[in-house]
């Protein structure tokens, strides 16, 4: 049993950051990847942030240069620091975690673990 459990989320406004942290339970894969996703009402879910470990990083262009993954080995928590967040950033965010992968697959490649989400609400 994989468990994931992200916090961090909240209301703030444009321009603003926030943090989110996403805990798991140790498991015993070498290589693996983790990610964050997001889900706006009424839109399609999207990758925003995918970490290899060890390894790269990728982010998708929505976000690209204003967040940044990144993962905590010997805490069990991963973290996505979001800045100069914009009002379409609103979404329920997600991390996810993936054992059959130790790189970052393409973003379509469904994880088969998931935390519970947390809202981020950003006011313009």
């Known amino acids: 049993q994989v468990n994931l459990a992200e916090s961090g989320g909240g209301s703030v406004q444009a321009g603003r950051s926030l943090r989110l942290a996403c805990t798991f339970s140790?498991?015993?894969?070498?290589?693996?990847?983790m990610a964050w996703f997001r889900q706006a009402p009424g839109k399609e879910r999207e990758r925003v942030a995918c970490?290899?470990?060890?390894?790269?990083?990728r982010y998708a262009d929505s976000v690209k240069g204003r967040f940044s993954i990144s993962h905590d080995n010997p805490s069990n928590i991963l973290y996505l620091q979001m800045d100069s967040l914009k009002p379409e950033d609103t979404a329920v965010y997600y991390c996810?975690?993936?054992?059959?992968?130790?790189?970052?697959?393409?973003?379509?490649?469904?994880?088969?673990?998931w935390g519970q989400g947390t809202q981020v609400t950003v006011s313009s």
């Open positions: 996810a975690s993936d054992y059959r992968y130790s790189f970052c697959p393409t973003s379509k490649v469904t994880p088969p673990y």
């Open positions: 970490i290899a470990i060890p390894g790269t990083t």
């Open positions: 140790k498991w015993n894969y070498r290589g693996y990847y």
